[in-house]
Structures are given as C-alpha cells and as structure tokens.
C-alpha cells in the first residue's frame, strides 16, 4: 500500500511540474509575441535600420529559436550590408549580411551559426549515428556576450553610408534555463563551460 502512495505522489509530482513547464513556455512565449513589428520608416530617405525582435535571449533554445531580421533602406542598389552587433569592453561581433535591391532595401536574417558562434559564443557540431543519420548539437564553451543593449550598425560595402538601431540581449528566463536543460538532456546542447 506505501509502494502504491509512493508511485501515485510520483506521478502526481511529475504531472505538476509539467504542468508548470508547459505554463513558463506558454508565459515567455506570449509575452514576446505582444508587441508589434517594427517598420522601416517610408519618409525617410537617408540609410535606415530595423530588427525584429529588437529583444532576444540568451538562452539556447530560445536563441536559436528565435527568427532575427534586420531590415534597411536608402542604401545604393546592388551594394552588399553587414550587420555588426556594438557593445561595451569592444565587444562587436559581425551577425548578418544583406543585398541592397533596386529600391535601396535589404533584408539580412541571422543565421544560427551567427548566433551560435558570435552571440552564445559556441560552436556547432554533429556525428553519425549507427543508422547513418546526422545529429548536430550546440556545444558552448564558453560564456556569451554579456546581457545588455547593444547597437546594431549596418555599413555599406561600397559607400560611406551607415545606419544604426538598438537591439536588447536579456538573460534567459526561469522557463528557458528549463528548456535548455532538457536540451542537454536530449543531447542537443551540450555545456562545456568550467564550472565555478
């Protein structure tokens, strides 16, 4: 009779806590959702830009999860546009890179291993598995750029022309700490980071 109290608190304890999991996923993921768009701005002429979010975590999963695009105008058609994230203690780390069109707008998206790589400071890896498949996973070796606010720059190849926007880098959530231990879990991510 002990055994079977102790099976149903179990399961009782288990289905709580995925409860509360379930509940900081849904939490976290429609807070973000509750804020518009920015837009690039059609009176203006001069260089411009804008990325959407213009908040993103540190957390991995999250991260990694996270579609970040950076938009621009009143740039010369046919040029090429790097993003460069700019932050305090020198930090600036390359993200992203754009085609000017015809209209003097680019779209430069950030890929994962620029997120990976110049955000979380990690790196990207994989094996083969026995059934031939390939599994790729994140291995963090060190820690990220620090939380903050940071500029993002857009430079034109071929011209002087800039143009800069803020993007905010928060620490990750209760809820995203979670889903990146059960990444390491899954084998997804793996933390290499020296322990204090």
Do not use: H
């Not at 149903?8 to 429609?30: E, M, N, P, Q, T």
């Not at 621009?72 to 046919?78: I, L």
């Not at 996973?137 to 022309?161: E, H």
């Amino acid at each position: 009779m002990f055994i079977t109290q102790k099976k149903r608190f179990s399961l009782l304890l288990l289905l709580a806590g995925l409860f509360v999991l379930v509940g900081s996923f849904l939490i976290s993921g429609c807070a973000t959702a509750l804020k518009a768009p920015a837009t690039l701005d059609p009176a203006v002429s001069k260089p411009q830009v804008i990325v959407n979010p213009d908040s993103i975590s540190l957390g991995v999963a999250a991260l990694t999860g996270t579609k970040i695009v950076f938009e621009g105008s009143g740039f010369k058609p046919g040029d090429s546009v790097f993003i460069t994230l700019i932050g305090a203690n020198e930090i600036k780390e390359a993200v992203a890179d754009g085609k000017v069109q015809a209209d003097g707008k680019f779209t430069a998206p950030v890929g994962t291993l620029a997120k990976v790589v110049g955000i979380l400071r990690g790196t990207v890896s994989g094996e083969t598995a026995k059934d031939g498949s390939y599994n790729q996973f994140i291995v963090i070796t060190q820690p990220p750029i620090p939380a903050g606010v940071y500029t993002a720059r857009a430079t034109s190849m071929l011209t002087d022309k800039t143009a800069e926007t803020k993007l905010t880098i928060e620490e990750p959530s209760f809820g995203e700490k979670v889903k990146d231990w059960l990444g390491g879990m899954l084998g997804k991510i793996v933390d290499k980071r020296p322990t204090k």
